[in-house]
């Protein structure tokens, strides 16, 4: 009799993932990426972004297509709500960062997904940015991530999933790290 198992398939290439590691750690120049993305103003808190293109593996590169973003504050705080608000893009960004290296760890593992959903909260004292109390930082003072996994390991394994992509993700660390920030006018 034979055994048929059904491979793993979390929608990750790992060999394409795990080759381009090799390749870039024997090039490391290659590795050099610059992201970008452009703000339009349109009317009171309102703005509208683009992300087209970015440069990495010495070339640039562009997206399959361009990607638009509105971004506004809620009418509580005397806007249109037009968007998700610049924190909630945030909190989108580590979400989707933790959430694609849960995929690609579990998949490197074999670990079969069903499902995947994180959940996230931050606290925010509003003082801050309002300029009500200068002693009120203006962003986040928590996130809580909060992950519901659904896949065919054990509980150990699924913490030890998501502990690794905590451990890789690019947009945590940028949240948890001091990250350089030059703002200039032209």
């Known amino acids: 009799m034979t055994i048929t198992e059904t491979p793993i398939d979390n929608?990750?290439?790992?060999?394409?993932?795990?080759?381009?590691?090799?390749?870039l750690s024997a090039a490391p120049e290659a590795a050099e990426f610059t992201w970008r993305a452009t703000c339009a103003?349109?009317?009171?808190?309102?703005?509208?972004a683009t992300v087209e293109g970015f440069s990495g593996l010495g070339a640039e590169h562009n997206?399959?297509?361009?990607?638009?973003?509105?971004?506004?504050?809620?009418?509580?705080?005397?806007?249109?709500?037009?968007?998700?608000?610049?924190?909630e893009y945030m909190l989108v960004g580590l979400a989707s960062c933790l959430?694609?290296?849960?995929?690609?760890?579990?998949?490197?593992?074999?670990i079969q997904l069903r499902s995947v959903t994180a959940t996230l909260e931050g606290d925010m004292n509003v003082?801050?940015?309002l300029g009500a109390?200068?002693?009120?930082?203006?962003g986040f003072d928590s996130i809580k991530v909060r992950f519901e996994i659904d896949a065919d390991a054990s509980p150990a394994d699924i913490e030890a999933i998501v502990a690794q992509s905590q451990k890789r993700s690019a947009v945590f660390d940028i949240i948890t790290n001091p990250t350089a920030v030059t703002v200039e006018v032209a």
Request: contains cysteine.
């Open 127 to 129: 003082l801050g940015i």
């Open 99 to 110: 959430t694609a290296g849960v995929a690609s760890v579990a998949q490197h593992r074999e």
């Open 63 to 87: 997206h399959r297509q361009t990607f638009r973003f509105d971004a506004d504050h809620p009418e509580c705080f005397a806007s249109q709500d037009l968007g998700a608000t610049p924190v």
């Open 41 to 48: 103003w349109v009317h009171g808190t309102h703005s509208k």
């Open 11 to 23: 929608g990750v290439d790992t060999a394409a993932l795990l080759g381009a590691r090799e390749a």
């Open 133 to 138: 109390d200068p002693d009120v930082r203006n």
